[in-house]
């Protein structure tokens, strides 16, 4: 089940580490205000995405540097006012991957941009990242424990011990540039966050 | 009854331990360098029961004529799931576990009364490939728990309140940390995990009173120290892996800590090439400096993932008439080593034959220990190459177990499984997985006709004849052993979330139970006023559920194995 957050701000955890992992709960989340780091605070509508590895380390990602199909390639949120990439926490870590629009479910395609899909790199089971691809499934697949995510549909749980769905980052485009289009569509992070 | 706490008082209560302690402060008898080196038979005060790692106890009030009887007399949720793999630490009546999720419960070891609990929070950033933790030590009147941030934290064993903590390495950059410390000689020494991360491993000790460092050694050499020749591009050795992921054995007598290292960083050995020692090796370290005073290393040019990570046994052996002061491993790479504790420290080569089928290995040089490496069967850089056993070796960690009664080493070990893989060259990234072959790209295969997969060996210790074993056909092999004086194996393992007892003769089986999840934690035995239990986690999780998932779509294996962790104490019904 996908919790739903309105707000812009997303749903990083502030820092009640100490009682969600001592109670299992968190009845409340603190946001980080954008304007205390901004390396830290979680994607913003009109972000772009800046390439984690790979040849263009560093630079924007636009919509042909993604191989049609998969696999999916892994990025940071950047302020395109200050430049500042959001890399200060490892929870605003995306993941980006192209297919034709109309391989995409419905809701997916609402939020994707010429075919682009963003979401949480971060696995919900445990929290690494799902940076990996299978090749067989046409997948994404988490680099602990082997959970796979459909990035067609949602990047629902299709295989392995996730307890839930990737969150979704929703994106527009401006011109061949995927842009954040409204924060995380849910929590990032395992439980025990 | 429940009463509705605000959560900050009830977040410090819980941290700081709780006041409904019915175990009396003055009761905790200090655990001394004289305790550990001749631990008390009513005790289990480390986590392989002494500093020979045999795994072994001196009980015998539970034995073959009676360990039909036993039964359940207590058990505790832990409150989490993932794999449990510690086994209760017990000094006199007082027990100690640690769960995955950084948890130490403190426990009455004879009515499981709970006494207080640890939990340390996990940095928001984290990621766990193995969440888990094998144990904690004890030593004066604290317990130390090795946190999977890589931190070093001592308790007050009457508390369960922080002393002091010690930051080990930096988890942002693929350290962890999952081993039981081991204290000697007044120092807590602990190794990191991270192989798969493009760590350089190292064994760390630190001052038990206040946590300062007091000497570290890695397992990589740097350039000009000894070794560093066998890393010859330029460079590798700083991402060489050899992770010290396993708790070591210890020999006061010669103050020589034995630990083990792990596999070679990148997996494929032709992106380092040499003999890149330290990896796959067990290193014997001068307790007090940590000085390498000797090293054997099992194969050269790791590349199949076959981590040397547990440290041999100290068992003396009889060789051509002769008592050897001996080292006893059977490890990853399917082979079962007899090696020799030198006067000088260092470790010699005695024999080695094969336990599992292996393909690797063309030969070992009956001098020198060395293998000659079937290149067919060696990965590499853009060559694929198929191996036996697969990466999880013959047996992983779980521990082997030697009883003295009956001269024989027991080893959990797992069969007619390979594996296949091809190297990329990748890119680093801190923190993030670094072998150059991702996981979903890892060929994993078993023989479909095999008669087992999992089985237990008994081997005598002197001849290396195969005494019994007992094999599993619906199953791999994933527990720790346990051996008593009582002529007791004791083990769980399987998929199918039995405890086990077994004739340590004969191989019979005397006792089983079905519990909760499957048990991949070492069982481990104590008494209390006169009364012997047995006692062992069943929490399954880890890579045995990762390898089960695999297994479930290879042989239709049943994948749904529940999880959650379960402490068991048994003991003789009246």
Redesign the interface.
């Known amino acids: 089940m996908v919790e739903q957050r309105g707000n812009s701000c997303g749903c990083k955890l502030g820092r009640r580490s100490v009682l969600g992992a001592c109670l299992g709960m968190v009845p409340w989340l603190a946001h980080a205000d954008e304007t205390s780091d901004p390396a830290a605070s979680p994607p913003q509508p009109g972000d772009r995405l800046v390439f984690l590895t790979g040849e263009k380390k560093g630079q924007v990602v636009r919509v042909d540097d993604l191989p049609l199909g998969g696999p999916q390639v892994q990025a940071y949120p950047q302020d395109p006012k200050s430049g500042v990439v959001r890399n200060g926490s490892r929870l605003n870590l995306v993941v980006l991957a192209r297919f034709a629009p109309e391989d995409l479910s419905e809701e997916t395609r609402a939020r994707s941009a010429h075919g682009v899909v963003a979401y949480s790199a971060v696995c919900t089971h445990q929290g690494c990242p799902v940076n990996m691809w299978s090749n067989e499934l046409h997948v994404l697949f988490c680099s602990c424990h082997g959970s796979m995510y459909d990035p067609k549909n949602g990047a629902q749980v299709v295989g392995g011990p996730a307890p839930r769905p990737l969150p979704s980052l929703p994106l527009t485009a401006n011109s061949d540039i995927p842009v954040v289009a409204a924060g995380f569509t849910a929590r990032v992070g395992p439980e025990r966050y | 009854m429940t009463k509705f706490i605000a959560?900050v008082s009830?977040?410090a209560l819980?941290?700081a331990g709780t006041a409904a302690a019915a175990y009396a402060a003055s009761d905790y008898t200090p655990v001394t360098d004289a305790r550990l080196a001749n631990p008390e038979p009513q005790n289990w005060l480390m986590t392989r029961g002494n500093y020979k790692g045999w795994s072994y106890s001196p009980l015998d009030q539970i034995n073959t004529s009676n360990v039909k009887n036993l039964v359940p007399v207590w058990t505790f949720s832990t409150g989490v799931d993932?794999g449990h793999e510690s086994p209760p630490i017990v000094n006199n009546g007082m027990m100690f576990v640690s769960t995955p999720?950084?948890q130490v419960i403190a426990l009455n070891a004879a009515t499981g009364e709970l006494i207080w609990r640890y939990?340390?929070?996990?940095?928001?950033?984290?990621?766990?490939?193995h969440?888990t933790n094998r144990g904690v030590a004890l030593y004066g009147d604290k317990v130390y728990f090795a946190a999977l941030d890589a931190v070093l934290v001592a308790l007050d064993a009457k508390t369960g309140k922080p002393a002091w903590e010690t930051k080990v390495a930096d988890w942002h950059t693929g350290y962890y940390m999952t081993m039981a410390p081991l204290v000697e000689k007044g120092k807590v020494l602990v190794g990191v995990s991270g192989g798969e991360f493009g760590v350089r491993g190292s064994v760390q000790a630190f001052d038990a009173e206040n946590g300062k460092l007091v000497w570290q050694t890695f397992s990589i050499p740097a350039p000009g120290e000894p070794g560093s020749n066998t890393w010859e591009k330029p460079d590798t050795w700083k991402r060489g892996g050899g992770s010290t992921w396993m708790t070591g054995n210890y020999d006061p007598s010669t103050n020589t800590v034995y630990w083990g290292t792990g596999n070679g960083s990148p997996w494929f050995g032709d992106q380092r090439p040499g003999d890149n020692l330290y990896t796959a090796s067990t290193l014997a370290l001068d307790g007090d400096t940590g000085k390498i005073k000797g090293y054997f290393q099992y194969h050269q040019n790791e590349s199949w993932d076959w981590d040397a990570m547990n440290a041999p046994m100290l068992v003396d052996f009889q060789k051509n008439g002769a008592t050897v002061h001996g080292l006893l491993s059977p490890q990853r790479n399917g082979y079962l080593y007899w090696l020799e504790r030198k006067a000088d420290g260092g470790i010699g080569f005695m024999n080695a034959m094969a336990y599992v089928k292996q393909n690797v290995f063309k030969s070992i040089d009956p001098e020198t220990g060395r293998p000659v490496v079937d290149m067919d069967h060696k990965p590499g850089t853009g060559k694929e190459a198929s191996f036996c056993p697969s990466l999880w070796g013959g047996k992983d960690w779980p521990y082997e177990a030697y009883n003295p009664q009956t001269g024989m080493v027991y080893v959990p070990s797992n069969d007619n499984h390979c594996g296949h893989m091809k190297g990329t060259v990748q890119?680093y990234?801190p923190?993030?997985?670094w072998t150059g072959v991702?996981?979903?790209?890892i060929g994993f295969t078993v023989d479909k006709n095999a008669a087992f997969y999992g089985e237990i060996q008994a081997f005598d210790a002197n001849s290396g004849k195969r005494a019994w074993r007992v094999l599993y056909p619906s199953s791999m092999m994933w527990g720790s052993l346990l051996t008593t004086a009582g002529n007791l194996v004791f083990g769980g393992g399987t998929n199918d979330r039995e405890f086990r007892a077994y004739d340590a003769r004969t191989g019979d089986q005397l006792w089983h139970f079905k519990t909760n999840s499957g048990i991949i934690a070492p069982p481990s035995t104590y008494a209390v006023d006169g009364v012997q239990y047995v006692a062992v986690q069943s929490g399954y999780g880890v890579d045995p559920?990762?390898q089960e998932?695999l297994l479930s779509n290879l042989l239709g294996w049943q994948k749904d194995i529940p999880q959650g962790g379960v402490i068991w104490v048994f003991a003789l019904s009246h």
């Open positions: 959560p009830l977040a819980l941290l993932s999720y950084n939990k340390r929070p996990i940095p928001e950033g984290f990621s766990a490939l969440n890119e990234v923190g993030q997985w991702a996981i979903p790209d559920a990762f998932g």
